[in-house]
């Protein structure tokens, strides 16, 4: 039975909200009334969610990482122990206390018991479970290694949430001594400068050229730095506009491989992507065309996408997988080995998780680096700012110091 969300009204005029099985919208409206509350609102889960995801112009999944991996976990453990899926799904709603989640695994219960498989269920959520994470289970129920597919995903999930989190919390610090001293450099220049500044306005005495320069540089922030915010914002926003055509993100993306650095570690980090994904999908059964296109699917850059499309159009053509892969120069030298060593021994699998550890460690280790740089060398740009300040602004005193002296 499908799965419906409701809000009504109870005998003391308030707001009840929760979630009913049943046939139609009439069979919930009399099942609400026969409880003496007044509907409101009843709207079938799966049919909500599609609305909501053709309305809102970033769709963002809804349920986050970590309710995910647990709630993956779960599953894997209960089917593990025998649990046909629904009781396994009952299981885990009657565990959950988010109602986002449980509302959906409702609304995929509901399907399973009409006779849908799991992963055509999952099907419906497109915004919750990603193409990679219903083609696994998918292959896990026509393998029969549910459980065991559940299990590498929710491993899956939460290295992802890990290394997500690893990352964040290496550029918070950097991000927000950045913003200070920004701010404070415009705060200085703008408003305490002018102040400082007004003591040598009634001094017959020329200025020295740092001096004038500080001048010069405090009366163009004051009098065009509004429209210099005014012109990044608008700058920002209209990029962000052009990378939603696929032509210009296409062109952009193909720049980025090419800047020194910075290239290094978007490849990096897409073919750690690229080989974790696959090494998953292969593990769970997935043939070897299949899982290159939906691993591409996940990466992030689009250049890198289309070698991944391209490399499995010769794949499917014959091609070996490493000499495909070799032939777009967008993986580094060391995958395409591993990859071909797995090959040729009939440890795919293995050797992609080899190539996926190594280049999320090179990726961890490169950031960490570029991190525990910034912040000192922040640190003494932001210092020499304030003492070409300061000495900027007491050399005409000595000046007028040596000429009273005098």
Known sequence: MPAFEYSALNSQGKTKKGVLEGDSVR???HQLK??????????????R??????????????????????????LATMIRSGSPVEGALTAVIQQTSQARVKNT???????????????????????????LYRATVASGEQSGKLDFVLGRMADHVEHSQALHSKIMLAMVYPLVLTFVALLVTVVLLTYVVPKVIQVFEDIDQTLPGITLFLI????????????????????????NFLLRTESFKYRWHSLVLKIPGIAHLVKGMNTAIFARTFSILAGSGVNALGAMRISAGVMTNIRMKKAVLDASERVREGAAISPALEQ?????????????SGESSGNLVEMLEHAANSQEKEFETIISTM??????????????????????ILLPIFQ???LVGA
């Open 105 to 131: 695994l409702m609304a995929i219960r509901s399907r399973v018991r009409e006779g849908f498989s799991l992963a055509s269920a999952m099907d419906e959520f497109p915004h919750i479970f990603p193409h």
């Open 400 to 402: 007028l110091n040596q």
């Open 216 to 239: 010069a540089l405090s009366d163009f922030l004051r009098n065009f730095g509004l429209y210099i915010a005014l012109f990044i914002v608008i700058a920002v926003s209209v990029f």
């Open 27 to 29: 069979q919930i409206s």
């Open 49 to 74: 969610q599609n609305h909501k995801k053709k309305h809102v112009l970033f769709a963002k999944r809804g349920i986050s990482t970590a309710q995910l991996a647990i709630m993956t976990r779960q």
């Open 371 to 392: 991190m525990g740089l910034f912040e000192p060398l922040l640190i003494v740009v932001m210092g020499a700012v304030v003492l070409f300040i300061v000495v900027a």
């Open 34 to 47: 026969s409880e003496s509350l007044v509907p409101l609102e009843i709207i079938e889960i799966t049919r």
């Open 328 to 340: 777009s120069n967008c993986f580094p030298p060391m995958t395409i080995y591993l990859i071909a």
